[in-house]
């Protein structure tokens, strides 16, 4: 998917319309440190230190393109809001009626087949593994992702019982439109699903 012109495109838009910020102003509102000596950017990502040179824009170490361009919109869009303890669901961001609530929906299907048969044991190391916290929260379980620095992703799990079969939710912070789009947030959280299934596959 990687590979397709139309994504490499977007890469290349993507790269140049940092190249229109001061690298200190980008650091300022995204919560990144901008090393000037050796021109880079430094941030973490889930459990991962990436630098990104500026202006090449490369990463170090290599991330799936699809999460550098969602960190490459981010740092071009963060405008410095403070981020917001309220949650919300991707469908109550701005444009997210119908992509964001599609997703919802599409998730929440997705988390209960990834649930099924598995232990709280299991999953808090697959969430550690993400460099997630536990908190406390109106759920069996409630991980604090940190995709970026401004961008947190809660995800909220409910164990299966006598009644009822797993499920779970991603839910995002109401300051989310100030650093990324709908369709930003929604690949955000296709990739989580994604890393979330690759390290209990290793586990």
């Not at 990104?52 to 799936?64: A, L, V």
């Not at 797993?166 to 955000?188: C, N, P, Q, R």
Request: charge should be negative; include cysteine; glycine fraction near 6%.
């Amino acid at each position: 998917m990687q590979d397709n012109r139309a994504f490499q495109q977007m890469l290349l838009s993507a790269k140049e319309r940092i190249c229109v910020h001061a690298p200190e102003e980008i650091a300022q509102k995204s919560g990144a440190v901008f090393h000037k000596d050796k021109s880079f950017f430094e941030l973490q990502s889930l459990a991962q230190r990436i630098q990104i040179t500026f202006p090449e824009c490369k990463f170090q170490p290599w991330i799936d393109e699809w999460q550098q361009l969602v960190i490459l919109h981010y740092l071009d869009l963060a405008d410095g809001t403070e981020v917001s303890p309220e949650m919300v669901s991707f469908g109550a961001l701005k444009d997210g009626l119908i992509r964001g609530t599609k997703f919802d929906h599409d998730m929440e299907r997705a988390l209960g087949g990834f649930l099924a048969g598995m232990t709280q044991e299991q999953l808090c190391r697959v969430c550690e593994g993400l460099g997630a916290q536990l908190v406390e929260e109106r759920a069996d379980l409630c991980a604090v992702i940190p995709f970026l620095p401004r961008y947190p992703i809660w995800l909220k799990i409910w164990f299966a019982d006598d009644e009822f079969e797993a499920s779970g939710k991603f839910l995002l912070s109401k300051s989310a439109d100030h650093y990324l789009t709908i369709e930003d947030a929604v690949t955000v959280g296709e990739l989580l699903l994604s890393k979330l299934k690759g390290i209990f596959d290793e586990t």
